[in-house]
Structure formats: C-alpha cells, structure tokens
C-alpha cells in the first residue's frame, strides 16, 4: 500500500491510494513517525497496565532482577563456584542482569503483542510496527526503575563511575538494536506461526546461556570470540561491566562483529514484518 | 479539484479457506500442506473465495451512501479494504480525505485504565491526535453521560455506559470520509437513538459517509443512495427505498426456515414427525425478515405415521430476548378443533397468518408444539426459527424513536376538539 504526502485536512484534502502492494515495500518509516503519538500511547497504555492491580506495583521491576541475582549469587558464585573476572559475584551479575531484562522481557512480552492486539489490528488502520514498540519502549521504565538497585551496588561494593561510563548509553543502544530486531521477527512470525509464541521463551533460554551473565566472556576460548559475538547481547554485556564495574572492554573484534548482528537483526526484522504486515488483518 | 471523495475500480479481495488457509498455521501444518502439494498437480484447485470482485464505484464528497447485503456479501470486506486494515487482492481505490473506521465501537480499549486514560488512548487508535483530543474531552464525557466515572477503571462499567463512552469517542472523530459498520448493532435502544443522532449530524455537516447496515430504517433515514453487494459484487446501485426493497424482496436474508431432519428427539415424538417450520412474506417466498406493514405466514409442516387423535401444534411467538409475546395453535378455534378431532395419517401442513401492524420492529424467536392437551406432548422446540420485523412504513416511524414492546398495532385514533 502506497501512502500520499502531507496528511493535515486541506480544502484541497491528500489523496490515498490503496492497491495490492507488489514485491519489496518500502520502510514506511515516515509514517511511523507521523503515528509517532500513537506509538506514545500504545507505550503509556503498557507501562500503565503492566502493574496495575497488583500490591508490589512497580516494585516488581526491581524485586525481579534483584531476586534473580541474590539466587545467582547463591548458586553460580558461591555454590559452583565460577569465575568472575575479579569482580564481586552479585554486581557481577546484576550489571549483566540489567540489559539481559530489558532485552528478555521486551522479546518475551512483543512476540505475542500482534495476536493479543489482534482487536486493533483487524479494526483500525495504523502502523503496526507500533505494536511490538509498545512492549519494547516501556521496558525502558523498568530498566530505569532497576538500574536504581545497580546504582546501590555500586555504592556498596565501592564502585565509582569513571569515564568509562560514558559508554553506556552506545551499549544501551546496541541492546535496543537487538532488542527491536528479534521483536519484529518474532511478533510478525507469530501471527502466521503461532509456534513462535512457544518457541519465544526457549528461545530466550538458550540465548541466556549464550549470553555471559552467570559466567565471564573470558571464559570462551579466544578463537571463538569473534563466533561468539555474533550474539549482540555479548558485547551489551560486557560494555555494561566495563562501563559501571571496571571490567575489561569489548575488543574491537567484537564490538564490530556484534554491531554488524544487531544491524542484519534490527534490518532483516523490520523488512520481514513489512513484508508480512500486508497479511497480518486477513490471518491473525 | 474532484468532487469525488471515493473512486474505487476494481476492487477485489480472495481468501484463503479450509485448512491450509484460514488463520495462523503451525509449522507442522505447513510442512504436511509442502509434502502434499508435492504430490497434487500444478493448478489444482486451492480452496480459496473472493469476498469481493469487481467492486466498482464512486462516492461523491459529501454523499452518505448505504452498503446493504447478506452475511458473507462482502460488506465488511469493502469497509475493511478502504479502511486499509486488509489489502486488496487486485483492483484499487482513490481516497480523497482522511477515513475514520467505526468498524467496532470500543477498539483499544483497555479495562484496567479508567475511562480518561481510554479516552485518550482508544481517539489515539483512531487517528486522533493529542491537541484534537483535549479539544472534544468535555464534548465527549458529555455525550457519553459518565462524568461522575471518569476515573474509575473502565471494566466497572456496565454494558451500556461502556459502549456510550466507545461511540462518544469515535463520533467526536473529524475526517473528511467516515466509514461505519455495523456499530448500531449493539447496544439498547436508547444508545441506538443516540447513535442514529450523532450519524444525522455528521452526514448533514457535509461529510462523506459510508454506511453498512442491516436496520433498514436506519439505512433509508440516513442515506440517499444504496448499494446492494451479493456474493462479493455489486448487484445494485440505487435510491435506497429501491435497493431496500431489492435486497427484502429477493429473499436475501438467510433461510427463513428450520427442518428437524436426524434430529435425536423425533424419535420421542413419534407418530408425531415434525418436518419444516417457515416465514412466508405475502408472495409465499420462504424470508428471514418481513416487514410489518404487511402480513405475512409461519407455517409448520409435518407428518403423522398413523392417525392422531386431538392433536393441536401452534407456535410461541417470542423476542429474541425470550419476552413471550403470543401462543397460538392451529385448533384454537373449537369449530375446526372439532371438524378435525382425528387426524388421519399423512402429511400436513398448519399456517397461520400474521396480520400487517401487529409485530414491532425487532428480531422474534419461533418456537413449535405438538400436543394432545392434557394426555401427551409429541414435540416441542421453543426457539426453532428466528426472523426479523423491519419496522419501515410502521405507524409512527415518521419520528426516530425507537418504542418498546413486542407489538406496534395502527390503532384507530381520533382526535376532537373540545368546545364549551
């Protein structure tokens, strides 16, 4: 479907033109942006709604990752015993925690966002990129309302930023490169496979074992470093570490190899839903 | 500049149906439907129907154009495809004009946000943006009536103040071309006068209105002009009282008519065999929806296997919300009760006639019984058939009101006026 120019209601009104769409779509980024305050609400609505009725309320975006870490600390630090790059086993943890939720919850709660919003999507006209955007964008609050306990740690292990910090918001970055690519396949898989919605949480617990939370990057042979980063959330990880609790910094193999998967990831994802967005109303 | 606010040529959608199409798939079945076809031949017939072909028209600025037809037409698929919510199959439409979709009244909204914050997000979900949302807040609330209710979360509402709030959102929208369906469907009849109101409204402003409706009234108050879709195309385009009698007189309404073939309880109801139970308009055509400006026949066929003694069979006539409205049976009156005190085996049929002006508009339930009074019951269905009752033409339909009660007789008034 090919949209016209200015949309504000003249004397002279734009004319849309609606017609099978044949072979590549284009991006259709300009209208996303014109809905960008749906994209607003749609957002609003899940931060609102996510602890709603609850008695914790928002407390659960910090009681989750700080309870997984205190069991983390238990049984891979203390318990098994693994190596953590000389860095206290729970803010070792946590600064890789962080990312890892935002990224896990934001996958998790996307995929199935198109087949719950199946309602808007099969009455009203409007971008549905905006719809996987919903779920990824509000768990920036939650990564904010977290990062609050990091902050803690880092005062009780006598961390102090450095300049290194500076780094963070280009890992962050990169986390929600990762984060937006996987959501789009997964959510437009979805609604023709419904498969993806049970493949979603396995899927998540296999990158998290690829993912170094629970043991150092250091611990992968070096020869398998540059494999190893084709997993975005690797360099996300470890750009964490480095920036809030002096770990070492992604080598520049890594940074590269890492940035080109979240790139392929976010572009393959949104062309992908584009591609299958035409068929989303008819299937769903 | 065109007057033209729609120009549609063309304009066709396929579906896929059966089992390798319809909906979301697993991955196993689209590996079986790869292996099989594997097997078929190439071009062997895939299940597949076209909604709509060959829908061509045009809809000028300011026209409120009415969209009738059978379910299963191709109304909601038209609506859906200028709505760019489904794509077109083949064909194209020009659209001069922002569209607003009422393809559902409430979509998006939320029942744990209270009322305010639905506001809000369902007029974003149409297309409104921010500032025009402050601008109609007060408008909308008042329409709505729920003011003391803003704040609370939207799933306490009732049934009712729910849907006034959906509809106060989506009428406060501005577009050039506005696209209903349906939506006065739902909802009692206080809501429906309200809708029908703000629908008046907005096609006298001069906006462009496309209409799909089963109410006929509705569709003859509101519209000049008419299309009839069949079967995905376009069989009529006229001035609505012509394209609602087309659409009434070809029968188009589903099967007005109900058989017990295999049913498990006729084998209780024996010798007593029910057959088929009917709506006939006055030209004796089997319909779903009558109109009650003229009379019209329910009939009950059946057979006996051997002769039946003070047999009656009659129907309950009730709403479709189970109000009985009458009970009538075919021996009510005792002179014929007594001329056919046996009925002798064969095959029969009972009608009765249902005089003009007596059912008001609305959706009425049959229901059949065959009985012997006091010695036995051989068959009973109490919600056998459904049909409609188009209140076009009744008495009084010359003010949009909507009026309670199962019956709308014309009954004779007189006026005098009082000297002295």
């Known amino acids: ?284 | 500049m065109s007057d033209v606010a729609v120009h549609a040529v063309d304009l066709g959608k396929r579906y896929r149906i059966g089992p390798a199409g319809a909906g979301y798939r697993t991955l196993r079945d689209s590996l079986t439907a790869a292996v099989t076809a594997f097997g078929r031949r190439r071009g062997a017939t895939e299940n597949t129907i076209w909604a709509l072909r060959h829908a061509t028209f045009d809809v000028e600025r300011g026209q409120v154009l009415g969209i009738i037809g059978r379910n299963g037409a191709g109304k909601s698929t038209l609506l859906k495809i200028l709505s760019r919510v489904t794509e077109p199959t083949e064909g194209q439409a020009e659209i001069r004009g922002r569209v607003g979709s009422l393809l559902e009244v409430g979509t998006g909204f939320h029942p744990e946000l209270s009322g305010r914050e639905n506001i809000y997000l369902n007029a974003a979900i149409l297309g409104m943006k921010r500032r025009e949302i402050e601008r109609h807040f007060d408008e909308i609330v008042a329409f709505a009536e729920v003011e003391p209710f803003l704040d609370t979360p939207v799933k306490h509402y009732s049934s009712g103040m729910y849907l006034r709030l959906a509809f106060a959102v989506a009428a406060h929208l501005d577009p050039e071309i506005l696209v209903v369906d349906e939506v006065l469907a739902v909802g009692d009849a206080e809501f429906q006068r309200k809708c029908l109101g703000k629908m008046g409204d907005v096609a006298s402003q001069g906006r462009t209105v496309l209409f799909v409706s089963h109410n006929m009234s509705a569709v003859l108050r509101l519209t000049q002009e008419t299309i009839v879709l069949e079967s995905g195309r376009i069989a009529l385009r006229a001035p609505s009282p012509q394209a609602v009698d087309h659409y009434l007189a070809a029968g188009m309404s589903e099967a007005g008519e109900r058989t017990w073939d295999g049913d498990a309880r006729l084998a209780g109801a024996a010798p007593f065999r029910p057959i088929a139970l009917r709506v006939r308009d006055a030209q004796g055509r089997v319909v779903q929806q009558v109109a009650s400006t003229t009379p019209f026949e329910i009939e009950f066929e059946y057979a006996l296997d051997q002769d039946v003694p003070g047999l009656r069979t009659g129907i309950y006539l009730a709403t479709a919300r189970g109000e009985p409205v009458l009970t009538s049976f075919d021996a009510d009156d005792p002179r014929l009760f007594e001329s056919l005190r046996v009925r002798r085996e064969g095959r029969y049929r009972s009608r009765c006639r249902v005089p003009a002006n007596l059912l008001n508009e609305g959706v009425f339930t049959v229901g059949v019984n065959a009985s012997a009074f006091r010695v036995r019951s051989y068959f009973t269905d109490e919600r056998a058939l459904t049909f409609v009752v188009d209140g076009a033409g009744s008495p009084g339909s010359h003010w949009p009101e909507p009026r309670p009660g199962p019956v709308r007789p014309a009954l004779e008034w007189r006026i005098e006026e009082l000297t002295g």
Do not use: C
């Open chain 1, 1 to 284: 479907m090919t949209a016209a120019s200015s949309s504000p209601p003249l004397a002279d009104p734009a004319v849309t033109v609606i017609r099978p769409s044949r072979g590549w779509v284009s991006l259709h980024l300009g209208e996303l942006f014109r809905y960008r305050e749906l994209v607003y609400f749609l957002t609003w609505r899940d931060i609102k709604v996510r602890y709603k009725q609850t008695l914790l309320g928002a407390g659960w975006a910090i009681l989750q990752p700080f309870l997984t870490m205190v069991v983390f600390s238990l049984f891979f630090g203390e318990l098994a015993g693994l190596p953590s790059d000389g860095i206290p086993y729970p803010i070792f943890a946590y600064s890789a925690l962080l990312p890892w939720q935002f990224f896990e919850s934001g996958v998790t709660k996307a995929a199935g966002s198109l087949v719950l919003g199946r309602n808007l999507v099969t009455k009203v006209y409007f971008p549905r990129l905006a719809v996987p955007l919903g779920p990824v964008l509000a768990g920036l609050v939650d990564f904010a309302l977290a990062s609050v306990v990091l902050v803690g740690l880092m005062a009780y292990y006598g961390y102090a930023p450095t300049a290194a910090i500076g780094t963070l918001p280009a890992f962050l970055l990169l986390a929600l490169a990762t984060t937006l690519g996987v959501s789009f396949l997964l959510s437009a898989g979805n609604v023709v496979y419904r498969d993806v919605g049970y493949l979603a949480p396995f899927l998540m617990r296999l990158w998290f074992f690829l993912t170094p939370i629970v043991y150092a990057a250091s611990e992968v042979p070096p020869a398998f470093r540059g494999l190893y980063a084709l997993n975005p959330m690797v360099t996300v990880v470890e750009g964490f570490r480095y920036a809030l609790v002096h770990g070492t910094a992604p080598t520049l193999e890594m940074l590269a190899v890492s940035t080109a998967a979240a790139a392929a990831l976010l572009l393959g994802g949104t062309i992908t839903f584009h591609r299958m967005e035409r068929t989303f109303a008819d299937v769903v």
